[in-house]
Nanobody, 123 residues
Framework: QVQVVESGGGSVQNGGSLRLSCAAS????????MGWFRQAPGKAREGVAA????????YYADSVKGRFTISKDNAKNTVYLQMNSLKPEDTAIYYC????????????????WGQGTQVTVSS
């Protein structure tokens, strides 16, 4: 059974930092992409970042470039999202996704999803 589980959400003030973790299990972890999406109330789910587990390819949304960093620990089957210089507009539920089958920023092209973790940034 495939499982994708996020952790690390919480509440911070404007300019603060958080690190999200995503642990994956139940499928071949090596030659796949994993990614992070977010969804704010009343808005569509949007791609934040993605990483290729078998190499060094990473993708970022323009809105987070220079502030967020996606990384991986293959020994732990875990992907991280380090979020610095957080802004109120980063407030959303953050979802981890696994196994990409198309465009990384298209939520419909990911096969497996976690339940999400809330990130709230206050001004």
């Amino acid at each position: 059974q495939v499982q994708v589980v996020e952790s690390g959400g919480g509440s911070v003030q404007n300019g603060g930092s958080l690190r999200l973790s995503c642990a994956a299990s139940g499928y071949p972890y090596s030659n796949v992409f994993m990614g992070w999406f977010r969804q704010a109330p009343g808005k569509a789910r949007e791609g934040v970042a993605a990483i290729y587990i078998g190499g060094s390819i990473t993708y970022y949304a323009d809105s987070v470039k220079g502030r967020f960093t996606i990384s991986k620990d293959n020994a732990k089957n875990t992907v991280y999202l380090q979020m610095n210089s957080l802004k109120p507009e980063d407030t959303a539920i953050y979802y981890c996704a696994a196994e990409l089958r198309g465009r990384w920023y298209n939520s419909g092209d990911w096969r497996y999803w976690g339940q999400g973790t809330q990130v709230t940034v206050s001004s």
